[in-house]
């Protein structure tokens, strides 16, 4: 496991003081000098470590600021390429639902096998569709709230309790976002434009195609087990 001594600050914490004085082989108090930044240190390490050979780490402000995490949602999050799962799950008529940073994403397989995502929100009033993963076979959905109704691929195909011609329905389809598959893995992105998927994966996935050579796209889910 790893220990640290403090964070990127100027403060130490004690409790790894503690550690740092009652655990044979860790790295010394010597090796900070006075008043230097801590830095992260492994746990049982024998090798005299120098500040300045250490790379710099987030600060505890980093982690736990709400400006920092609504940057990291705009920039990384709600822009790139996010994993929602394994494609299996989905049989035609299947739905699940998935939460990226803050957005409910739904979705959707339809009876043609074809993989849809959207924004898990009626166009009506905004209610939720849906709450988590269904194995329905049923080749639409409807909103709990007033039950305008919508096809696996999105399209509104109802709306009780409206009168004929009171509303085009084919103004009013479930927002899209966007969708692949890949080795059997579902990615879904949520920008408004999404970068090329292939791209993306050579350069901000690229340690995901190191993978490739276990054949997961091969895999199948069989059963889930919660511990």
Request: proline letters at 4%; a negative charge.
């Amino acid at each position: 496991h790893t220990r640290y001594i403090g964070d990127w600050s100027s403060d130490v914490c004690s409790s790894d003081l503690e550690c740092l004085e009652h655990c044979p082989g860790t790295v010394g108090l010597a090796d900070l000098a006075e008043g230097d930044h801590a830095r992260r240190v492994p746990f049982g390490s024998t090798r005299r470590t120098t500040l300045g050979s250490l790379e710099h780490t987030l600060t505890g402000h980093d982690y736990l600021d709400q400006s920092a995490y609504e940057r990291d949602t705009d920039r990384i999050f709600h822009r790139g390429w996010f994993v929602a799962g394994r494609g299996e799950r989905l049989a035609p008529g299947n739905r699940d639902v998935v939460e990226v940073a803050g957005e409910s994403v739904l979705l959707t397989r339809d009876r043609a096998g074809t993989l849809h995502a959207f924004a898990n929100v009626c166009r009506h009033r905004g209610a939720q569709l849906c709450s988590g993963h269904s194995d329905s076979t049923q080749g639409s959905l409807m909103c709990p709230y007033h039950q305008w109704t919508y096809s696996l691929d999105g399209q509104l195909v109802a709306t009780p309790r409206l009168e004929p011609g009171e509303v085009d329905r084919a103004e009013f389809p479930l927002l899209r976002h966007h969708v692949r598959e890949w080795e059997g893995f579902v990615f879904v992105c949520v920008a408004d434009e999404a970068p090329d998927f292939d791209e993306w994966l050579a350069t901000d996935g690229a340690a995901l195609l190191g993978l490739t050579r276990f054949g997961f796209g091969r895999l199948r889910e069989i059963g889930r087990a919660h511990v």
